[in-house]
């Protein structure tokens, strides 16, 4: 059931209107829901319940204190990408013990800060990485627990910005180069191989790739046992998409049935190969936890019809919400309040000034000057990749619980974003 309904005639998150959070903090703002996040992350958390397996929350999709903090509470791992995520969990009171590692260029400083807080491992994505990081940790005197991010070379078929999975991705050792790179970091003394792991792209609504990766991992993991390299998790990476509302689009996999099929998968080869002796099995999901949890609300500034478009002028814009801008991402926009008048066809744009600055395009809307509408389905990937483009402050972020609403990021202030810089003297 989604947490954002027209009730009334107006659009509410929860027990709370949105023209309410509207006029007490302004737009354009993120808007969360806590019901809904909770639940996303009970469906892997009761998907995994009873087995070893472990839910690391790719932070990148929104790493705002709050959500961390929620999903620490319920047990959530954490999947970062740098020295900063590493530091948001630790500050949300996250565990680093449930903490991975991915991304293709760690610096030295982020693998001395990884391995002082004593993350569960790093996933690594190169020979020189596994060189770099066995130096780091022998000056430490510490051995790093490592993965390798094997790239199974399987077709996603999504968008070729989020498909990762192909050999000609930036992403992850080759397939065929795998055995050689464990060989390699079992030779490294300051190194322990524990694991394998992949991530083959994002918004998937199929697992039937998913399940040719998980295939793909599993030959490696037999054949690395057979040479005395015996890995103790098995880490899918994250990719299950979400319903974005555009007409036609396909039903992403439910989650529980994805889980349902990874496990089936693995305790048949645990019973055929290793006496049914389990294997550490982790996700990364980040958009199926907060994708649908949140709204980007924004008022609209001006309608300004045209000879071939009409321009609906809100005033959020491609800084706040750059999926449509740099994926033509496909995004629903609501209404917050329904009028009974006949809906013209609005290109939704921001005040930024590019021609890409744009949210939706040729969307059928009943507005008004000074109306509010919700960019839906806005929680991943939304406020992270924002920017202070045209030295527009970042929206302000709340999570509504009921009918209550906690301000959990205030808007950020236009003389903060230049307070670093400073003239020549
Ligand atoms: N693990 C790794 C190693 C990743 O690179 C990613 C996402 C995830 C997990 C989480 O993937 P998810 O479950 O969210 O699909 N900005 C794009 C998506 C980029 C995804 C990058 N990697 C978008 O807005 O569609």
Known sequence: MSQFFHLDGVLHAEATPLHHIAEQFGTPTYVYSKAALLANFDAFASACAGRDALVCYAMKANSNLAILNLLARQGAGFDIVSGGELLRVVAAGGDPGKVIFSGVGKSEAEMRLALEHDILCFNVESIPELHRLNAVAGAMGLTARVSLRVNPNVDAKTHPYIATGLKA????????????????????????????????????????????ALDKLIELIDALAQEGIVL??????????????????????????YLGRVFARIDAWRAASYGGAPIKVIFEPGRAIVG?????????????????????????????????????????VRPVALRDTAPALYDVVGPVCESGDWLARERALAVEQGDLLAIMQAGAYGLTMSSNYNTRGRAAEVIVDGDHVHLVRERENPADLFALESLLK
């Open 292 to 332: 649908d949890t949140g709204v980007l609300l924004t008022r609209v500034e001006y309608l300004k019809p045209g000879a071939e478009k009409n321009f609906c002028i809100v005033d959020a814009a491609m800084n706040d919400l750059m999926r449509p801008a740099l994926y033509q991402a496909w995004m629903d």
């Open 169 to 212: 991705n930036k992403f992850g050792v080759a397939f065929d180069d795998a055995l050689a790179t464990y060989r390699a970091a079992a030779a490294l003394p300051h190194l322990e191989p524990v694991g394998i792991d992949c991530h083959i792209g994002s918004q998937l609504l199929d697992d039937a790739p998913l399940l040719e």
């Open 232 to 257: 103790h998790h098995l880490d899918m990476g994250g990719g299950i998409g979400i319903n974005y509302g555009e007409a036609g689009e396909d039903e992403p996999v439910p989650v529980g049935d």
